[in-house]
Each structure stands twice: as C-alpha cells, then as structure tokens.
C-alpha cells in the first residue's frame, strides 16, 4: 500500500516536481526534499540538475547532507550543472580559466597604464620645468 501522499502548504508543486511529473502532479508532498530550493516559478534550475546529475543523485547527496548545508549545495550543484551544459567538456573549470585569463589580461592592462602614467607624469615635470628656465632666461 503506498503512503498517503500529503501536500504543503500552498498546494502547489515545486519546480523539482513540475519539472519531474509535469501537469500530472499538482501538490508536493510535505516532506518533498526539493520544494525549499526549487520554487514553482523555476523548473530550469532542476532541469539542469537532472540533465547532469539524475535524480537520484541529486536526491541522495541532498538526503546525506544536514539541512543547514542543502542550500549550498543546490546552489553549487546549479552552478555546475549550469557550467557543464554550456561547456561539456571543461565545466566549471573552463569558466574558472577564463576568469582567470580575463583577470590576468586586466592586470596586465593596469600596469601598462601604471607605466604610461608614470611616463607621462615625468614628461608633464620636465617640460614644466623646461618652462621655469625659460621664463627665468626671459625675464
């Protein structure tokens, strides 16, 4: 015999359901894992997860985590899903290395204006100076 299903509060489905049963599922149960994280609003979040990680995954590491880390992890495990599907081969490890390339093009970029501004500010000194002396020969 199956358990009686109870639904939440709201009576609505979360975005993991939606996402899971479509129309056929209107209610979440009470104690449905993904409703806190996935809100009705947002099945794409959980479509991710489910392309990269299956449902049952998702359901276990969430099931073995404390409560106070879950939010984390969903929204890490979003994170990477989300990096995995727009880059199949590196992830999230191809998007840290073009953050880090952008990140080291813009330094170099910095120093370079730090080395013209320093170039210029000494050229600014030696024409004002080259000034004094003319006006003091002038005068």
């Given at each position: 015999?199956?358990?009686?299903?109870?639904?939440?509060?709201?009576?609505?489905a979360?975005?993991?359901?939606?996402?899971?049963?479509?129309?056929?599922?209107?209610?979440?149960?009470?104690d449905?894992?993904?409703?806190?994280?996935?809100?009705?609003?947002?099945?794409?979040?959980?479509s991710?997860?489910?392309?990269?990680?299956?449902?049952?995954?998702?359901?276990?590491?969430?099931?073995?985590?404390?409560?106070?880390?879950?939010?984390?992890?969903?929204?890490?495990?979003?994170?990477?899903a989300?990096?995995?599907?727009k880059d199949?081969?590196?992830?999230?490890?191809?998007?840290?290395?073009?953050?880090?390339?952008?990140?080291?093009?813009?330094m170099?970029?910095?120093?370079?204006?730090?080395?013209?501004?320093?170039?210029?500010?000494?050229?600014?000194?030696?024409?004002?100076?080259?000034?004094?002396?003319?006006?003091r020969?002038t005068?």
């Amino acid at each position: 015999m199956e358990p009686r299903k109870q639904t939440r509060s709201g009576g609505c489905a979360c975005g993991a359901c939606k996402c899971l049963y479509g129309k056929r599922k209107w209610e979440c149960k009470v104690d449905c894992i993904f409703a806190p994280y996935f809100p009705a609003e947002d099945t794409l979040k959980f479509s991710n997860l489910l392309k990269v990680f299956g449902y049952r995954n998702v359901r276990k590491m969430l099931q073995n985590l404390p409560e106070s880390s879950r939010e984390d992890a969903v929204t890490s495990l979003c994170f990477e899903a989300e990096a995995r599907i727009k880059d199949p081969v590196y992830g999230c490890s191809g998007e840290l290395y073009r953050t880090q390339k952008s990140m080291s093009e813009l330094m170099q970029r910095l120093e370079m204006i730090g080395i013209l501004q320093d170039i210029f500010g000494r050229r600014r000194i030696a024409s004002e100076r080259m000034r004094v002396r003319v006006l003091r020969h002038t005068s």
